[in-house]
């Protein structure tokens, strides 16, 4: 079965350059998250999207912003990288309501593990 | 105080043990996920509870949402089941995750 697709897997970049994450959520699902788990730290929830509006935020810093497009993939932008910003960003997907009971079950990806230099 | 608590933090086993990971939380929930993470970091969704029980293979999972409290249980383990252990809850509208922080099993052969 198809899963959710991230890439890069694995990304680094200097102080102060600008990254782009992509997630590719299971087909016919139209709910995104992105999460970011630090070393050694639990999972952050950053912000997700619902049929291409934000839906929620979380502690998603001003520097980072991200979108979903019209094919349900999701971009997370991230400027002015900073050595704290190191950590394993994950996407999730789920199900639109009308497709799943419960609808809230969350399907993870790989991950893009990012290191800032 | 976290919204979500796990028991215990660091756990090793003998293969074959019967396990017990607990987790308590302290919002409204609409369900609760509990995840493995093995160490290259990948997440899988191991089960999603809005009330009652569930099993699947070897694991078995329970939540009880008047205490809320919720157990994962893991029978006759096995060096491969070693990962980190990671209870999530789903607020009150479905969206926003909330993590524990997550109980690191080492089974030993």
């Known amino acids: 079965a198809a899963g959710v697709i991230q890439s890069p897997r694995h990304l680094i970049k200097e102080k102060r350059e600008t990254a782009t994450l992509k997630c590719y959520p299971i087909p016919r699902h139209d709910t995104v998250y992105w999460y970011q788990q630090g070393p050694g730290q639990d999972p952050q929830f950053l912000i997700s999207?619902?049929?291409?509006?934000?839906?929620d935020k979380g502690s998603i810093p001003d520097r980072f912003s991200a979108q979903q497009f019209s094919d349900y993939h999701s971009e997370l932008n991230m400027s002015s990288l900073e050595l704290g910003d190191s950590a394993l960003y994950f996407c999730?997907?789920?199900?639109?309501?009308?497709?799943?009971?419960?609808?809230?079950?969350?399907?993870f990806g790989p991950g893009t593990r990012l290191t800032v230099l | 105080k976290n919204e979500v608590e796990q028991s215990p933090q660091n756990l090793t086993a003998q293969e074959g043990e019967f396990i017990t990971i607990n987790c308590s939380y302290s919002?409204?929930?609409?369900?609760l996920h509990w995840l493995q993470q093995h160490p290259g970091g990948g997440i899988v969704s191991l089960f999603m509870l809005s009330s009652g029980k569930k099993k699947h293979g070897r694991l078995i999972a329970t939540i009880n949402i008047q205490e809320k409290h919720s157990s994962l249980h893991i029978t006759a383990s096995h060096p491969r089941d070693s990962a980190v252990y990671i209870c999530a809850v789903s607020d009150n509208y479905g969206q926003n995750f909330v993590f524990g922080p997550g109980t690191r099993l080492s089974v030993l052969p």
């Open positions: 999730a997907s789920s199900s639109p309501y009308r497709l799943a009971v419960p609808p809230d079950e969350q399907f």
């Open positions: 919002v409204g929930i609409s369900a």
């Open positions: 999207f619902y049929e291409k509006m934000q839906s």
